[in-house]
């Protein structure tokens, strides 16, 4: 059973966003209010949307309607809502002059913008966008890097009922072509380029090629992040405008559209294990309140916040990090560029010039700036940094106790969450009024019935089992975009009106909830279950071996052998005793059982830029299989180093 490696003080208790909640609803113990939040969701979401204030242009008539079971649920029936007028109209209104965007991009230059800024920029582009022809129901696709204007622009998509589409910043043109043609994409929103790593990225000859397949798109316009005669210059003519010609002069005042809660504000493109990805459905009054709710509750950010998440606006934490501050009226911190450039401490320099008060970061990341050292962190005054978030992969004990212990400085909680783009929020999640387990996730989420189910469906203890939720949510995807039937098969299929997730996941003697990696990743070793997440996190126990992948391979008398892909700490030599040291590791950490048949050494592991890694590109190259869609891979070098070792 973990540690607890943290507990809240009571200043942390007295000034969070749920203890606020609790007092309104008369409830003293957190884990009690996580309780009645699953046992009764439409009290729970009704009581949200009171306590944050989400504002209706009219007030629903039902919260919830199954007619059409869990898999359709209908939120907020009756009501009229807008997405933008919670994150943007209000505060210009009661606070325009409070900061809304901080940007830094990877030259060092700096730029903001105040709510009143934001929202009359807003209105300029959603009048340009209206111009252009775009409407209720079409899409724009914004294929841009992390400046203002991306999320500008998705506002004004959202404000005038059309319907938004991240693209990654890092993709290539094919894979940017099959999300513009899946969506249908009328107008396509981009840039010039980019800074990443001291280089230019040049967005704009990427897009041209995308949109050279992509029928559907009308118009391109490029806002130019280089507008000198030395950056990449935007072809006038053809499909091409300017920002600024299409809307530059624009008047930068527009009402809101009143859309029914609803109504799409968003395709979120996640990469599928076969080739065509999945387009995730969020709607404007179930997204909107179910980030809120997360944001305030488990993340605790408040008007006065700074929040920094590293991450892109092509991923679902850039739309939850734009969403989730703005609708709680604090700012957000944009970063340009790569977080170990031009050193390993940009993160920690950004956020103590800045100064950052909610940081998130992924557990990879952290394993990727540890190597550094402690003094690359001690050297930047982080006090100001009062809560520490993390989604993405799993921890490992030693990464998360370093983060709680030099980043933290042992005096802010790690808020480890886990969800997905199509729950459109989190599962799980810890909160700032309990105390924290080294790389737990704390209890379900509020408002989210989730259990851990055996093989037949029932509720285990004790043990690893899979990851469900019994109940629907207002972030719930409303299936996949044009593909119905293949949303009810990846989720709803295995058992009836369960969603099943693919997680493993365990709950701990003190009611603390663990995740094990995914249940597709799943190895049968001589009838013996076991995820990935418990070989890399006993690998990385020996002291030179700083990140692992396992994977799963064929084998005729186990029915499947363990490989595990490591990469070695700095200064290390990959040595025939060093494998057989670190199989020994594992062997000790779990069995002779799963000792591990092959042990390779690497010099990266192939990852997306929200730092997963890739497991079934390594073991389709190990077995020579067909990987499946790579088009949010961010280093296809790591796939040369895993042929290199085998």
Not at 359 to 384: E, F, N, Q
Request: net charge negative.
């Amino acid at each position: 059973m973990a540690a607890f490696v943290w507990e809240p003080s009571s200043e942390y208790v007295e000034n969070a966003n749920v203890t606020r909640l609790m007092r309104r609803l008369g409830i003293d113990d957190y884990w009690e209010l996580v309780r009645r939040s699953q046992e009764d969701i439409e009290w729970f979401w009704t009581a949200v949307i009171e306590d944050l204030g989400i504002d209706f242009f009219r007030p629903y008539e039902q919260i919830l309607d199954l007619d059409k079971g869990p898999m359709w649920p209908r939120w907020f029936v009756g009501g009229r809502i807008n997405l933008v007028y919670n994150t943007v109209d209000r505060h210009v209104m009661r606070r325009g002059a409070s900061p809304a965007i901080l940007w830094e991009g990877e030259d060092g230059a700096v730029r903001s913008l105040n709510y009143a800024q934001l929202g009359a920029e807003v209105n300029r582009v959603a009048n340009g966008l209206k111009a252009l022809g775009i409407t209720s129901g079409d899409t724009v696709g914004l294929y841009m890097p992390m400046v203002p204007e991306a999320v500008i622009a998705a506002y004004a998509v959202a404000k005038i009922g059309a319907i938004y589409l991240p693209i990654f910043s890092g993709f290539g043109a094919p894979a940017v072509a099959s999300r513009l043609n899946d969506a249908q994409v009328k107008l396509l929103i981009t840039a010039d380029g980019f800074y990443r790593r001291g280089s230019t990225v040049a967005m704009k000859e990427v897009a041209d090629q995308a949109v050279a397949q992509s029928p559907s798109v009308r118009t391109v316009v490029v806002w130019e992040r280089f507008p000198g005669a030395d950056g990449p210059r935007v072809p006038r003519g053809g499909k091409d405008l300017t920002w600024s010609a299409a809307f530059g002069g624009r008047s930068p005042d527009r009402p809101s559209e009143q859309l029914d809660p609803e109504t799409p504000f968003m395709i979120a493109y996640t990469s599928g294990t076969t080739g065509k990805p999945k387009g995730s459905v969020h709607v404007h009054g179930g997204f909107l309140v179910k980030i809120a709710e997360e944001v305030a509750y488990q993340i605790d950010v408040h008007e006065n916040d700074l929040l920094y998440w590293v991450t892109d606006m092509g991923w679902i934490m850039g739309p939850w990090e734009m969403v989730g501050a703005h609708t709680a009226g604090a700012c957000v911190l944009m970063y340009e560029g790569a977080p170990d450039h031009p050193a390993p401490d940009r993160v920690w320099d950004l956020c103590e010039k800045h100064g950052v008060s909610v940081l998130g970061v992924s557990p990879t990341l952290i394993r990727a700036l540890m190597p550094a050292g402690d003094d690359m962190v001690r050297k930047h005054d982080l006090s100001g940094v009062r809560i520490i978030a993390s989604t993405g992969e799993p921890w490992n004990p030693e990464p998360y106790k370093w983060c709680s212990d030099v980043v933290g400085g042992g005096r802010c909680p790690i808020i480890n969450i886990s969800g997905g783009t199509e729950i459109g929020a989190c599962f799980l999640g810890q909160a700032p009024v309990i105390p924290t387990k080294n790389s737990s996730l704390g209890s379900p989420a509020l408002g989210m019935a989730i259990d851990v189910f055996g093989p037949d469906a029932k509720p285990v203890r004790g043990e690893v089992g899979e990851l469900v939720c019994t109940k629907p949510w207002p972030g719930q995807t409303r299936g996949f975009w044009g593909s119905p039937g293949r949303y009810l098969e990846a989720y709803w299929s295995r058992w009836k009106n369960i969603w099943v997730h693919g997680d493993w996941a365990s709950i701990d003697e003190d009611g603390y909830w663990f995740l094990h990696g995914r249940s597709d990743d799943t190895m049968n070793i001589a009838g013996k279950r076991i995820g990935p997440a418990e070989f890399e996190s006993a690998a990385v126990e020996h002291p030179h071996v700083m990140e692992c992948a396992a994977i799963g391979v064929p084998d005729d008398l186990k029915g499947t052998s363990v490989w595990c892909f490591c990469i070695l700490r700095p200064g290390v030599d990959p040595t025939p005793e060093l494998k057989a040291e670190v199989s020994k590791t594992i062997t000790d950490q779990l069995g002779k059982a799963f000792k591990p048949s092959e042990i390779r050494f690497v010099g990266e592991l192939p990852k997306t830029r929200s730092a997963k890694i890739l497991r079934r590109a390594i073991r389709a190259r190990v077995v020579g299989e067909d990987a499946g869609d790579l088009s949010s891979l961010e280093n296809p070098s790591a796939l040369e180093a895993i042929e290199k070792a085998l």
